[in-house]
């Protein structure tokens, strides 16, 4: 059974800084691409970060959090994480961990966590 526990959000002032981390099992996780997506209320769901294959260097991040965020995975520990910093009220959200084989053709998500930046 495939497991994506979120955790590390929470209520944080505007310019601090969270980090979130996703930790996944019964998955081969290297195999794996991993993303973070937010959602606000009242707004679709959005791509915020993704890390691409078993290294760490392949990432993309959406226009709204390039430079402050930043995703990285630990394959040793099954685990993804975001680093979040000078956060804005607008990145307040439920953030979800997601992975991804196009290879086996399979997709996951984890059950979210919130995000709230505070002014």
């Known amino acids: 059974q495939v497991h994506l526990v979120e955790s590390g959000g929470g209520l944080v002032q505007s310019g601090g800084s969270l980090r979130l981390s996703c930790a996944a099992s019964?998955?081969?996780?290297?195999?794996?691409?991993m993303a973070w997506y937010r959602q606000a209320p009242g707004k679709q769901r959005e791509l915020v970060a993704n890390?691409?294959?078993?290294?760490?260097?392949?990432?993309k991040y959406a226009d709204s959090v390039k430079g402050r965020f930043a995703i990285s995975r630990d394959n040793a520990l099954n685990t993804v994480f975001l680093q979040m910093n000078s956060l804005k009220t607008e990145d307040t959200a439920v953030y979800y961990c997601?992975?991804?084989?196009?290879?086996?053709?399979?997709?996951?998500w984890g059950q979210g966590t919130q995000v709230t930046v505070s002014s």
């Open positions: 997601n992975a991804a084989s196009s290879v086996f053709g399979l997709d996951y």
């Open positions: 019964g998955i081969n996780f290297r195999f794996y691409q």
């Open positions: 890390i691409i294959g078993p290294a760490a260097g392949n990432t």
